[in-house]
């Protein structure tokens, strides 16, 4: 599990809320409220910390019960959970709470999907820094939910030497040289696209190369010029129909930004299905 960031589903509610919840007003502030969430797909859980922070943050009387854990399969019209609490802190948090459960269970999904796409072939699936604005560390929790694994969290915890990075600094030997005396025990990869960048990679002693938009023919040469030195990395243009075919190449790791850029919200529903005083 994460730690949830309360100052994140501060400025969460803050987005939805405003000044307050004028439609929540009109039902008296003693009244009590049961209410469920339904998935209306087939899913993997994800985000149950984020939905439950948000009620916490309203009211601390909300009381929420889960059926599944997260990083479970979820058959399409299964209930997820029950919740108790004062009627208007449920109406208020419903949909900022459904946002994040959402978000994060397609995330999860999405990346299960690509995770069974390459089981067997010894391939790791990676995301990238591709997150949506703010959710970039709950994103890649998701990730590891669906069966995926993270790349970097962002700019400060690994180099990642690119085409422009390598015309500024002159050539890629020269990009590594600094790297390594600037940044010592810091993970180092560089970007190549020809396999005379890669050679002049491995020559630099560099251990970890990216394979950028590399044809499966070029990737298969990458790999036995390669011959274990470094560890080899796939990106671009890679989606559910190609992966498989880039794994079997033999490359070790698979970058793929659809992971948490092209999720579609998992269709979720809450229901009153009590009130009393």
Not at 97 to 103: D, G, P
Not at 148 to 166: F, Y
Not at 214 to 230: E, I, K, P
Not at 239 to 246: E, G, K, Q, T
Request: glycine share 8%.
């Amino acid at each position: 599990m994460e730690t949830v960031d309360t100052a994140d589903i501060d400025r969460y509610l803050a987005e939805d809320l405003g000044n307050g919840d004028l439609t929540a007003a009109i039902v008296p502030e003693a009244e009590w409220a049961e209410a469920s969430v339904i998935t209306r797909e087939a899913m993997v859980l994800c985000g149950s910390d984020w939905f439950d922070a948000v009620f916490q943050r309203l009211d601390c009387h909300d009381t929420i019960a889960w059926r599944y854990e997260d990083g479970d399969y979820v058959e399409a019209g299964s209930y997820l959970c029950e919740l108790e609490g004062p009627a208007r802190s449920l109406l208020t948090g419903e949909r900022t709470a459904l946002n994040l459960l959402q978000t994060l269970s397609a995330t999860a999904t999405l990346a299960r999907r690509y995770a069974e796409a390459v089981k067997g072939t010894g391939c790791t699936v990676l995301d990238t820094r591709k997150t949506l604005p703010g959710l970039r560390r709950a994103q890649k929790y998701a990730v590891r939910c669906g069966g995926c694994a993270n790349h970097r969290m962002g700019l400060d915890d690994g180099i990642l030497i690119k085409e422009n990075h390598i015309a500024a600094a002159g050539s890629i030997t020269a990009a590594v040289k600094a790297a390594e005396a600037l940044n010592a025990g810091v993970t180092i990869e560089v970007e190549v696209e020809r396999l005379d960048q890669l050679e002049e990679a491995l020559a630099a002693g560099t251990g970890r190369i990216l394979l950028d938009n590399f044809s499966l023919d070029a990737m298969r040469q990458a790999v036995a010029l390669n011959a274990g030195r470094a560890k080899l990395e796939v990106s671009g243009n890679v989606d559910l129909d190609n992966i498989r075919a880039i794994a079997e190449t033999g490359v070790d790791y698979i970058s793929v930004g659809a992971l948490t850029k092209h999720v579609r919200a998992v269709d979720l529903s809450m229901r009153i299905t009590l009130v009393k005083e």
